[in-house]
């Protein structure tokens, strides 16, 4: 079971990969139409609404949860929601071509924060850290020859 789970998690992070990169054209797309916040802020909204009724039906078999599990829950909603505003003001300031990698150094920026603060259950490779750091490398290099 650990291993089909594991490859369930896989899966969702490669379809929640297609599914940002979708998300930043449409993004790029709407950005002159609306100021950023207003267009994060709608994006947010009907998120929340699509994810609202599967929380409701998911909630009751959550009473386990510790109280704090939910005040984290809370932070992230914040700090997502921070992440999302700022990706809408990037695409109408910044063409799609460079906001999208620049932003895709997050998996640098978790990896760090996870081996701070997540160091028994996370382990950092080698690995690991070298494709974060290729990751950069690939940013540093689209935004010097992104007009050659």
Known sequence: MMGSSRYLG???????????????????????????????????????????????????????????????????????SLGVVFIYLAMSKAPVSVVSPISAINPLVTMGLAYLFLRRSEGLSWRAAAGALLTVGGVVVIGIFRNG
């Open 10 to 80: 896989y899966g969702a992070g490669l379809l929640g990969a297609v599914v940002y990169g979708v998300a930043q054209v449409v993004i790029k797309h709407i950005s002159g139409f609306s100021p950023p916040l207003v267009g994060a802020a709608f994006a947010l909204l009907f998120g929340g609404g699509l994810l609202l009724p599967l929380m409701l039906v998911t909630l009751p078999g959550e009473r386990q949860a510790p109280t704090s599990a939910y005040w984290w829950a809370a932070l992230a909603g914040v700090v997502t």
